[in-house]
């Protein structure tokens, strides 16, 4: 992350002063995103990264601004497109491009890869390669949070997809019925792999659908960073207080394929030039130019810096050592001496 803040405390909205500082750095946050995501595609052509990969181009306002609603003592559950909601959570780019170099250093040692990014010291439970298999964990969490009175949110990161999944309705249902502290986030791209929404949800406003379970629901320009953390700011306040579950439909799209390997037929080219128009990155830039606050040599130094730093997470993965062939199987199953009552 680019900011600091207290544990337990959400970080405080920018004072009039420190606007101008705060927008920056959320410039900075979505260019990280982008420029590693762009990195690892060439990687990936290159095949110096393996396996499947999905990723977030186009998406970075939601990761960078929930994010910044967000305490050091809140937990967030993400989905298999999830780099950049890592990034966003304070989890190190070493440590993530370690990972899809299946390295030991990587944060899940090596053997989760892209799909399984996982930091339990920044409460980042995953990176989950089950459409919709992150909302029952993310619903455990904020139950464990409720019986025990602790003041923290559980954020959850889903697709329009897990939309038509069980798992949401009954996460929806039960969190609803507990009130439980759980910020419901769907990052809704419009199409579900190859599946446009509106081929598989006969009532395409998803906020609408959610508000039947009884959540405070609402839509939010999923292309705009700074509506993104105020809606965020707004419901992670109203779940911190009581209020029971949340749910935003964040309404984005993603210009890449679903996947690496998909061929992406099943979208026009018009659509994608039409979202491509709305950039979240580019769209800040030049608002933040036409302010005056950003110029050509700031960006260029912006640039700069997350340029080296990419770089120097790809050459430690390229160094990291592979994980011994005798560990293999450690952490397949409890130790013996774990399990005795």
Not at 38 to 57: K, N, T
Not at 111 to 131: C, E, P, T
Request: aromatic share 8%.
């Amino acid at each position: 992350m680019t900011t600091t803040h207290t544990p337990r405390t959400p970080r405080p909205a920018a004072r009039p002063n420190r606007q101008a500082a705060h927008r920056l750095a959320l410039l900075e946050a979505m260019l990280r995103v982008r420029r590693f995501e762009e990195r690892c595609v060439e990687l990936y052509s290159a095949a110096r990264i393996r396996g499947f990969m999905h990723l977030y181009i186009g998406e970075e306002a939601v990761a960078v601004g929930v994010n910044e609603a967000l305490t050091d003592d809140d937990a967030v559950v993400s989905t298999y497109r999830e780099h950049g909601h890592a990034l966003a959570r304070g989890v190190p780019a070493e440590a993530i491009m370690a990972e899809m170099f299946g390295k030991v250093t990587g944060c899940s040692r090596g053997r989760g890869g892209s799909m399984h990014l996982f930091d339990a010291g920044r409460r980042f439970y995953g990176g989950n390669a089950i459409v919709g298999g992150g909302l029952p964990l993310a619903a455990g969490l904020a139950l464990a949070d409720h019986l025990t009175g602790r003041g923290r949110v559980t954020c959850c990161f889903f697709g329009d997809g897990a939309f038509a999944e069980g798992e949401f309705h009954e996460t929806a249902n039960l969190s609803a019925l507990w009130g439980l502290p759980l910020l419901l986030v769907c990052e809704n791209n419009l199409y579900a792999m190859g599946t446009a929404l509106a081929r598989h949800q006969a009532q395409t406003d998803l906020a609408l659908r959610a508000a039947g379970y009884g959540m405070v629901s609402w839509a939010v320009d999923g292309m705009d960073v700074f509506a993104v953390e105020g809606a965020a700011r707004r419901a992670a306040e109203g779940v911190r207080a009581g209020g029971g579950p949340h749910f935003l439909e964040m309404r984005t799209y993603r210009f890449r394929a679903h996947s690496m390997y998909d061929a992406d037929r099943y979208r026009d080219k018009a659509e994608i030039e039409h979202w491509k128009e709305r950039d979240p990155v580019e769209g800040l830039a030049r608002r933040l130019r036409e302010a005056k606050e950003l110029s050509d040599k700031a960006r260029t130094a912006m640039e700069d810096r997350l340029a080296a730093e990419i770089d120097q997470a790809v050459e430690a993965a390229e160094q990291a050592p592979e994980e011994p062939v005798e560990d293999l199987l450690k952490y397949v199953t409890s130790p013996v001496e774990a399990s005795r009552p």
